[in-house]
């Protein structure tokens, strides 16, 4: 168990439908990341948050959005469905921002499945 | 475009044997190199991190190589265990852009 949690754990909606996920960081961790793994993509990084502040970007697509709260619990927004949107996404937290310094501990994912 | 290769076909080894995995990547210059493992339906697990002027890293049975000129990293995993069974991901990044690029992953089975 690494620490971070991520709801919910499996998630069924149809194409055009937005949902929301969410991820509890390791207490004392400041940075999120999220990632979305798909079969024909692999891991890809979508973004990070550092203490409620953007810290990097990846490849997220303009209808996905993430924020980080005071609390230091983040969601991700993912709107106007496709079917290829359909992949598990991942939460990881680490101390600090550098991820080249601070290890990065994932969470179990959520499966979002998209029909 | 940046590129990571991973053997895309899966390693099958004997109980006991040295499990050697490569990652190549091209156009990138990485600051730093990780090895995850990844068990079916769950998260990456950091297991490594080498840096762009370390040759060789150890932690216990695992050994990373990084080579800057070939543009390539060796992993492997000594004495190896069916519990070592999982599919092992290489990931590059650069400091600054804290932007981590992952390969695809190779399955490794060890047989008892």
């Known amino acids: 168990d690494s620490g971070v949690t991520q709801t919910p754990k499996h998630l069924i909606t149809a194409t055009g439908q937005r949902v929301t996920l969410r991820c509890s960081p390791r207490?004392?961790?400041?940075?999120v990341y999220w990632y979305q793994q798909s079969l024909d993509q692999g891991l890809q990084f979508l973004i990070q948050y550092y203490n409620g502040e953007e810290r990097a970007k990846g490849n997220i697509l303009e209808r996905f959005s993430a924020q980080q709260f005071p609390d230091l619990h983040s969601e991700l927004n993912l709107s106007s469905l496709e079917l290829g949107d359909s992949a598990l996404y991942f939460c990881?937290?680490?101390?600090?921002?550098?991820?080249?310094?601070?290890?990065?501990?994932f969470g179990p994912g959520t499966r979002l499945t998209v029909l | 475009s940046q590129k990571i290769e991973q053997n895309s076909e899966a390693l099958n080894i004997q109980e006991g044997k040295t499990a050697t995995l490569t990652c190549n990547y091209t156009n990138y210059s990485p600051a730093y190199l990780q090895w995850y493992r990844q068990d079916p339906g769950r998260g990456p697990v950091f297991l490594l991190l080498?840096?762009?002027?370390?040759k060789e890293k150890r932690k216990e049975r695992l050994k990373v190589t990084f080579d800057t000129t070939l543009k390539q990293s060796l992993f492997h995993i000594t004495a190896s265990q069916p519990a070592d069974s999982a599919t092992y991901l290489c990931?590059?990044?650069?400091?600054?852009?804290?932007?981590?690029?992952f390969g695809a992953g190779t399955r490794l089975f060890v047989k008892a």
């Open positions: 080498i840096r762009e002027n370390e």
């Open positions: 990931a590059l990044g650069n400091t600054g852009g804290f932007k981590t690029i």
């Open positions: 207490s004392g961790d400041l940075s």
């Open positions: 990881a937290s680490s101390e600090g921002s550098d991820p080249s310094y601070n290890e990065q501990f």
